[in-house]
């Protein structure tokens, strides 16, 4: 079954899978990470399951990753001044 992850939501979990298959486990399929990755996104809050417009499970970015990401993006912008 293919995942189904909106845009925001699979950056951070590919930025995660390379970061796992470089230090952890380089011959990890990327579907078992990607589920392994999600799993402990939903366990943090920060991604939950919803069903696309077809009935589809897809996964998304909660409101708490979004702020997450907000908040590293300001931090970002105050480091460079």
Request: with cysteine; proline share 2%.
């Amino acid at each position: 079954m293919k995942i189904r992850i909106e845009k925001t939501l699979a950056f951070w979990v590919d930025a995660e899978i390379n970061g796992i298959q470089i230090i952890q486990d380089p011959d990890a399929s990327r579907e078992e990470l990607t589920r392994a990755v999600l799993n402990e996104f939903e366990e943090n809050g920060y991604a939950r399951r919803t069903l696309d417009k077809k009935g589809r499970i897809i996964w998304q970015a909660t409101p708490a990753m979004q702020d997450y990401l907000k908040d590293c993006e300001l931090d970002a912008a105050d480091d460079w001044h």
